[in-house]
């Protein structure tokens, strides 16, 4: 009999069994009759209605799993952007209909309910965000997955503006509890930090080191269910809480009082305590290494625990087990297993190594240098002194086959160290990921060339064809059928269904792209999904737009090399033209920003402050007659860009050429109908073969001109002095002119512009601003911008994380399907 036809479920899919059902739980579970439950408790009980069928297909996955002794790809990442999971669970379930139809019966609709879900906002932008999608397509793909990372009492920071400023706030997710997790004390685990080597004899008779004296620390297991679309594959995402081993020190509380006791306790719950808010910054502090360990080293157990169930032999692990790296943050995930095998299990040194280097595959996120993480052996020392003792006898082993291949090299062997030599030794995590995994990743085509090229050209030389590429995809699910209802549906109507599953599909829209009545329908779509932005715009932070503009979206981190600040600057040519120039024909723009800046980040928040401060003062000049209009939505996060996405007109994807890795953002936009103007960069040049270079405005610097730029000296002073309109507008912010009650305040933006410049915002004015009379252009000529806007989602079925994913799991994991 197969599996499939094994699985039969238990509970009535019909609209009056799901009423039942979301009854049943408002009464059970939730202690609440129809008459007195609010929206809240509503959303709760449609949504343990929703988990209840989806828990029966997680139960029937992990049996078919174990059943099987199928290899399992296992997904270690700090982060896991998930944002909200109603609407997701309702699709994947396959009850959207019905629930849809039993909530009418019942007073009710999915739309209102899906607004009382807190967004799940445990990472900071895209490298969170694609664990996120990539849990969603190995799921759909039928592949059998674990995601592991931490159970974060608090998420990313909630922003708020006041006066135009950035004011962080907690981000208590958790404080009325959350339908979707599942707690597994069963499954808690021990791990120890701190302490010190010692050297003991073992039942041997070896005299050996031993890690000794640590604290001890308990995690416990939290689990989402993560379920596949229109399979019934439902396979969970482990995230790991800490807590004291012993809820309370009795004996400290009899010595010294109930103070001593508790603090032992809150320091073992500081670990989850909170998502660090730095987008690719590391500040080398000891409780992010402890967050680290803390997580790998509980879900290593894990694993091994699951290995063991169905296997005898540790050879067979590679067979069995593969984990991926989400940039280095999980690093020490290599030395902890070498450290299992060889010390806690007695393996020699070489077979332990070969198991670990069949195991482990990294995927760097970035080239950015400050993103590069580095621990001071100090740290090391005090809080993993066993590992670092690993990591020196990993190096030694490592240098020696750099001389036996470039024998007398010292300048190989210092560039190829996991050890960096300097005043104090640093562990460079990115080199210890090279060494110790069998596949480095990056994350698009163009990304994987530099990472070649330029940050590992001496490994790339060391390890062919260890260096490959998987270019990032988004999920559809998320990104296109649950955020752009109308769309969805137009596309179903055109084509048929079956996209969901196969993005490729909507090549079929190609043919429609001239058919002037196809056209003014998608156009239609994307009218009505600017009305229901515009008022979210309206209600959030009281600017009235026009739908009928050009929505201009730029919704990321805030960064420098995102060049929010290059985008400020048109907006100010645009502005001045126009006040010089009051007939100027520009086709109407509504501006749209969304961001969060790392809390010490001052540069990026001094951008917000001026995006705010000048979009305040054109608001309001009645001159400019509604032509151009500012907003900055505050609190970006997934729930927000789902609204924001399927309304863009154009997405501004303007990094400086060779610094964003890839980008998703740009794919969702994309997908959504948006033209984008962007620069050479990451994924836009793969969005460029795909879409076409007449769909698309492609400007600023290439890597090369960037590179060769730098490398001449760039002097910002001589763009500005060269440029009148450049000149003009960088001083206008430099002025006091737009923060009049606050004197100086955006001073520090506009003498890096003219002094520093590090990401060629000047450089690369001219080029943008030109690029911009295109899209103005173009613009006013509908026929052409809708069927611009059509082949855009027409062509994006390469950047549906299901490719992608497909990629890892036959390309890096050796990973086959299991049917459930
Ligand atoms: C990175 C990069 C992005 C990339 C994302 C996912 O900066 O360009 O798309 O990861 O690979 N740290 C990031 O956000």
Redesign the pocket.
């Known amino acids: 009999m197969s599996e499939s036809a094994q699985f039969t479920s238990a509970i009535d899919h019909s609209v009056p069994g799901l009423k039942k059902l979301i009854k049943n739980h408002l009464k059970f579970s939730l202690a609440r009759d129809t008459q007195t439950a609010s929206r809240r408790d509503w959303w709760l009980a449609t949504s343990k209605a929703a988990q209840s069928l989806i828990i029966e297909r997680m139960i029937a996955t992990q049996t078919a799993h174990h059943r099987t002794n199928a290899k399992r790809v296992y997904y270690f990442s700090l982060e896991f952007l998930m944002g909200r999971l109603f609407s997701n669970s309702l699709y994947s379930a396959g009850i959207f209909d019905e629930i849809e139809l039993a909530l009418q019966e019942m007073g009710l609709d999915t739309e209102t309910l899906r607004k009382e879900e807190y967004d799940m906002a445990l990472g900071n ?3 969170g965000r ?1 664990a996120a999608c990539f849990l969603d397509s190995l799921a759909t793909l039928d592949l059998p997955a674990v995601g592991y990372g931490i159970h974060y009492q608090y998420g990313l920071f909630k922003q708020e503006f006041r006066n135009g400023h950035q004011v962080e706030l907690p981000d208590a997710w958790l404080t009325y509890g959350t339908p979707w997790e599942i707690v597994r004390p069963e499954h808690s685990t021990e791990v120890q930090v701190f302490g010190q080597v010692e050297n003991v004899f073992d039942d041997r008779g070896n005299y050996v080191p031993r890690w000794t004296g640590g604290k001890k620390i308990l995690g416990v297991p939290y689990d989402i269910p993560i379920p596949g679309f229109g399979t019934n594959t439902v396979n969970f995402l482990r995230l790991w809480e800490s807590r004291a081993p012993e809820e309370f020190d009795f004996e400290a509380f009899n010595r010294g009082g109930y103070g001593e006791a508790v603090r032992e306790k809150n320091v073992s719950e500081t670990i989850s305590k909170v998502l660090y808010p730095n ?2 910054t590391e500040s080398g502090k000891e409780l992010r290494l402890v967050q680290q360990y803390f997580f790998v080293a509980c879900s290593l157990r894990d694993i091994f625990r699951r290995f063991r169930k169905d296997n005898e032999a540790w050879e067979d692990f590679p067979e069995k087990v593969a984990i991926q790296l989400n940039d280095t943050h999980p690093a020490i995930a290599i030395v902890e297993l070498l450290r299992l095998f060889h010390d806690e299990y007695g393996m020699a040194w070489e077979k332990a190594w070969s198991i670990v280097t069949k195991t482990f595959a990294y995927t760097n ?2 080239l950015l240098p400050e ?1 590069l993480e580095k621990w001071s052996v100090p740290l090391f020392q005090k809080v993993l002194p066993r590992h670092l003792q690993l990591i020196f006898e990993i190096n030694k082993r490592h240098l020696e086959q750099v001389e036996a291949k470039w024998p007398g090299d010292v300048h190989r062997k210092r560039v190829l160290s996991i050890i960096e030599e300097g005043h104090v030794q640093m562990v460079r995590m990115a080199h210890l990921s090279v060494v110790g995994s069998f596949s480095v990743n990056g ?1 698009a085509a163009l990304h994987t060339q530099l990472l070649k090229a330029e940050l590992f050209p001496e490994f790339d030389e060391m390890f062919p064809g260890k260096f490959n590429n998987k270019t ?1 995809g988004i999920t559809p699910r998320r990104w296109l059928l649950a955020c752009n209802p109308r769309l969805s549906t137009l596309i179903s109507k055109k084509i048929g269904t079956g996209w969901e599953r196969d993005l490729d599909k909507l090549r079929g829209l190609e043919q429609y792209a001239n058919d002037p009545d196809f056209q003014s329908e998608f156009m239609a779509v994307k009218h009505a999904n600017k009305v229901d932005l515009a008022r979210i715009i309206k209600t959030q932070i009281g600017i009235s737009v026009n739908p009928a503009a050009l929505f201009d979206v730029q919704i990321k981190r805030l960064h420098e090399y995102k060049r929010q600040h290059l985008n400020l600057l048109h907006i100010l040519a645009l502005y001045r033209r126009l006040l010089q120039n009051p007939d100027l024909d520009i086709a109407p723009r509504v501006f749209i920003f969304s961001a969060k800046a790392a809390p010490g980040y001052d540069l990026a928040k001094c951008i917000i402050k001026a995006i705010n401060s000048v979009g305040t003062h054109i608001n309001a000049d009645k001159r400019i007659n509604d032509r151009l209009k500012v907003v900055f939505l505050p609190n970006y996060r997934v729930s927000l860009a789902q609204r924001i996405v399927p309304a863009a007109d154009l997405s501004e994807q303007i990094s400086t050429a060779g610094k ?5 953002g740009n794919m969702k936009l994309a997908l959504n109908g948006a033209l984008t103007i962007g620069t050479l960069d ?1 994924a836009n040049v793969e969005i460029r073969e795909e879409v076409g270079e007449e769909n698309i405005f492609i400007c600023g610097m290439t890597v090369e001109e960037v590179t060769a730029l730098v490398k001449k000296g760039y002097r910002p002073h001589d763009f500005y002095m060269a440029n009148e309109e450049l000149r003009a507008v960088v001083d206008w912010i430099g002025s006091n002119y737009f923060t009049p009650d606050e004197p100086g305040c955006l001073r520090m933006l506009c003498d890096n512009l003219i002094y520093n410049d590090p990401f060629l915002v000047l450089a690369d004015f001219q080029s943008y601003s030109d690029s911009h009379k295109l899209v103005d252009a173009a613009f006013k000529d509908k026929p052409r911008w809708a069927k611009m806007a059509i082949m855009n989602t027409a062509r994006m079925g390469k950047f549906s994380s299901d490719r992608t994913i497909g990629q890892y799991a036959s390309e890096i994991w050796k990973l086959d399907p299991v049917k459930v």
Do not use: F, I, Q
């Open positions: 932008g895209g490298l694609l987008d690719k996120h970035t993103a994350v990032n964003e890795a890839s980008g998703t990451g």
